[in-house]
């Protein structure tokens, strides 16, 4: 059972307006959230993250929103450019045993029409 | 340049010929994990090293060995591959093995065929 879920494959925008990219989890010892970027023949890099002390972290065009009582997450992309056209994945960490041990989601592809 | 290598990143193998997968890392990192990725599951973990000489399985380590003898390197061994195990492959990195927060570096993945 996932964890940690993407429920959009795909997400389709129109240059200049937002992109939300939604993400729901279910462990509530998961304390760390992140957002990575994949672009086609490369390995993800490192987005945007949030600690679960906080709702809310921005980052320039990027923020993400985190929900806890209802274990959802978000990310917001604004204006959404065409260079942002990936596949995003959400993931989470936490507990006391967990360390660094990261729980992805299935990832949602982002289309940014010119 | 700070970076994780993966060796080789494409292969097209048979099923039963044991293969390596080479991963290393140039940031003297502690943390050092493998992944696959596959259609609509994301990235799951295999095989994860909190230092060397200290490997731990991930969720799906059924099929796969690894080890760690220096801190820089962590390859990802397939004994006898078979079908199932075709998928792209990932290896990351990160500074600290028992910090949640630390950013987890990624190789460009290696994309495996078995058949």
């Known amino acids: 059972d996932q964890q940690v879920k993407q429920n959009s494959p795909s997400l389709s925008v129109q240059e200049g307006r937002i992109s939300i990219l939604n993400c729901d989890y279910t462990n509530s010892m998961f304390d760390y959230f992140l957002w990575y970027k994949k672009y086609p023949a490369e390995g993800p890099t490192f987005l945007i993250s949030i600690s679960s002390i906080k709702d809310k972290n921005e980052d320039g065009r990027f923020t993400v929103f985190l929900n806890k009582s209802a274990k959802h997450l978000s990310l917001h992309i604004v204006p959404s450019q065409p260079g942002d056209s990936a596949v995003y994945f959400c993931?989470?960490?936490?507990?006391?045993?967990?360390?660094?041990?990261?729980?992805f989601g299935g990832g949602t592809r982002l289309m940014v029409k010119p | 340049e700070a970076q994780v290598t993966q060796n080789p990143r494409y292969l097209i193998t048979v099923t039963g010929k044991k293969l390596t997968v080479t991963c290393s890392q140039n940031?003297?990192?502690?943390?050092m994990s493998w992944y696959r990725q596959d259609p609509g599951l994301g990235l799951r973990q295999i095989y994860y090293s909190m230092n060397v000489e200290v490997t731990d399985k991930g969720d799906v380590p059924e099929g796969y060995k690894v080890s760690r003898k220096e801190k820089r390197n962590f390859p990802l061994i397939l004994e006898s591959p078979s079908p199932n195990q075709t998928s792209l492959y990932f290896c990351a990195s990160s500074l600290s093995a028992s910090s949640s927060t630390d950013t987890q570096y990624f190789g460009p993945g290696t994309r495996l065929t078995v058949l």
């Open positions: 940031m003297n990192h502690e943390y």
């Open positions: 993931a989470a960490s936490g507990g006391l045993e967990a360390g660094n041990m990261l729980t």
